[in-house]
């Protein structure tokens, strides 16, 4: 099994469009979970980091459920320029600063 | 404020050809990483260095060597490249602790012929 799994898509939505993506991680004593996106041909950078009680970011919101393991970002109101691979990321525990990335989701976002 | 800057952009090398990717991060950062990008194959960690003066192997650490140079620097370097390292190399940078993330630099393209 995968350390992180995401499902690659690509997921097409029309402009305006409410979009979710899901990611389950292996590891339950892992501590550091983020979302990074990545644009073709470019590199990832971070989109935002995920906390235990979930956080929002203009129209991003990441969730955490530790108990079963996975990770969820969603967009609201897609606009084009969302178009990007989205990286799910956790640490892994008893490697502090050592970071495991999933294969990624691709978000195709239509007029 | 530069972040991570990788050099060169793009190379083509022939088989057995040897080359070295230079990494430098402006942050202060004491955590540096090499990845390869393949397609379909997500982002693969070949070597890291989690403080000035160490070094270790990641998950496909054959054929590749690196060295950190200082705290600003740390470059990867291939001793007779093969057509299986052409990939997207990404440099990149954090704290001790991961509790912000990495930063990456730009890339560099590197093809294998």
């Known amino acids: 099994r995968k350390e992180v799994e995401q499902d690659p898509g690509p997921f097409n939505v029309p402009e305006g469009a409410t979009v979710a993506f899901n990611c389950t991680y292996s590891n339950s004593a892992s501590q550091s979970f983020f979302w990074y996106r990545q644009d073709c041909r470019k590199e990832p950078k971070l989109l935002m980091s995920?906390?235990?009680s979930g956080n929002e970011d203009g129209r991003f919101t990441a969730q955490l459920n530790r108990a079963s393991q996975y990770i969820s970002l969603l967009i609201r109101d897609s606009k084009l320029s969302d178009s990007a691979t989205y990286l799910c990321v956790v640490n892994r525990h008893n490697a502090g600063n050592m970071l495991t990335f999933g294969g990624g989701t691709r978000l195709m976002v239509k007029p | 404020n530069a972040g991570v800057t990788q050099t060169p952009k793009f190379q083509v090398l022939k088989t057995g050809q040897s080359m070295t990717l230079q990494c430098a991060q402006d942050m202060n950062h004491n955590s540096m990483y090499w990845y390869r990008q393949d397609p379909g194959m997500g982002l693969r960690l070949i070597y890291y260095?989690?403080?000035?003066?160490?070094?270790d192997k990641g998950e496909v650490p054959n054929g590749y060597n690196v060295s950190r140079l200082n705290k600003r620097e740390f470059s990867l370097r291939l001793e007779s490249a093969a057509p299986s390292q052409t990939s997207v190399y990404f440099c990149?940078?954090?704290?001790?602790?991961?509790?912000?993330?990495?930063?990456f630099g730009s890339g560099t393209r590197l093809t294998v012929v």
């Open positions: 995920v906390y235990s």
């Open positions: 260095s989690a403080s000035e003066g160490t070094t």
């Open positions: 990149a940078s954090s704290e001790f602790g991961v509790v912000y993330g990495y930063t």
